[in-house]
């Protein structure tokens, strides 16, 4: 709170006072400073809603008065603290301790985080009489657990000098909002939450700043029709989410989506599950299950305490791996059914969509699980912990689709290499088809029958030893970033090099497929089809998400 005074209100009491220069944009009766950086300008830390009440949905900023200092990032949304595993590959190590969203965020962590970030060409570079399209970034998700802004302002910077140079300048915007370890429990899950009206708090954050930005976009040289969501893991996964909620109108906050290793997921209600099992943990271990009202407690606790409890709770390298305990789910508020479903029911917004993966998505998750390492351990790891509630009888194609024979298993392709423990790329393969693969077929088999989808596998980074084409590799090359740019820019990301890039439909499903090396070729997205297809009904009838 006391960040936010001063960021609002020191510089009035200097009227008239001139002392900080850089470019400025008028936002309601206040004026906005932030920093030119050779051909951009940053605007960075901006409020977009009050201080946020522990477990209570966010309220939009007030109209903004005053000068606004907008040249650092504000706070980081709390997170929870990540324990690496020790994958003891050296290349693996580096990388799981360099990716934003894999590793324990720098900065200060503070309640009051809800702020929104505009990079933009200098003024210099943009005729006023035509406003630029939007880039909204989720880039920055870490499972829903960890990340922030600031830690990508690198990749943000990029692509509007890359914008600029291509003659196609874009505005990239971000934001932070609660993830599931703020001090506010952005997807905090219970019967509790569930009566407090309280679920799903990170994606209601989102849909704020996406207001905030049909705002005031316009004030930065932005046009508010001409919004992409751009987002990668969680963050593309939170574009569905996104996409499917008000019952699939999206109130005219962007008109397309591009999605890096994301896509709906088969999710539970909020009051069953390990969500529940995890608020009576945290309840009893801070000492609120004493209390005749344990939200009312929690809400109350020093920050310290209840981010020591949340600390002890698993993370998405923990044995449960990506079958999260705190992810988001049905609430009745922002989301009204299993996304699975409403997939199925086409209940989402009839916006053009790229959507993309890598060819070992569930290496790196794998890594989590080194400790399984023969028959007996994996498949009571499969049936214990991703599909608890189906019958075992319903797993026996399980084994078979995926079986212990290390050649057919993530990292692909890569024979007897890579395989860290017996069961490590039997393990990979299955979590990247399940979370990643299997939704984004089911996804994209509907969408495209209603509305415009480009659809591509990376296969870059293959080389790497243990994890292969891992996930998250190619937004690391930014293999994707000139594609991204045109769609943001067109609503088409063909870039007139190159293969033509078509549409993806139900009868022949092409991707567009980024090879170790050399340039992209056109291939089919029929690989694992029917593995794929067994999963995908399991987790209908069973959502593996707990």
Known sequence: MLRRIAFVFALQSLAGASFISGPTVKLDAATVTGTNVGQISKFLGIPYALPPARFRPAQASNPYRGSLDAREYGAL??????????????????IL???PELRNAPGVESEDCLTINVIKPAASLIHSSHPLPVMISYVFEGAYQAGDTAGYDEIGSDL?????????????VSMNYR???SIAYGFMGGVEIFEDGSGNLGLRDQRLALKWV???IRSFSGDESKVTLWGQSSG??????????NGGNNEGLFRAGFMQSGAPLPIGNITKGTGQVYYDFISADTGCSASNNTLECLRALPFPVLKASVDKTPSFFSYLSLALIWHPSVDGVFLQDNPQSLVTQGKFASVPIVSGTTDDEGTMFGLSSLNVTTEDQFRQYISTVWYPRNPVSELDQLWTFYPADVTAGSPFDTGNKNALTPQFKRISAFIGDSVQDGPRRTFLQKASTNTKVWAYLSKVAKSTKGVGSYHGSDLVSGVANDYLINFVSDLDPNTGSGPRWPNYNTQSPQLLTFPPSGKPV?????????????LNNLSFAHPFVL
């Open 160 to 172: 509007v000098k890359r914008s600029i140079a291509l003659g196609k300048p874009i505005i990239y």
């Open 179 to 181: 993830s599931h370890t």
């Open 97 to 99: 301790n360099t990716t």
């Open 236 to 245: 593309a996964i939170s574009i569905a989410l996104q996409m499917m909620t």
């Open 214 to 216: 049909n705002k005031y």
């Open 522 to 534: 056109l291939t089919p997205d029929t690989f694992r089809l029917d593995a794929i297809n067994y």
């Open 77 to 94: 949304c709390p997170q929870q603290k990540i324990i690496l595993p020790d994958s003891g590959i050296r290349e693996v190590d580096t």
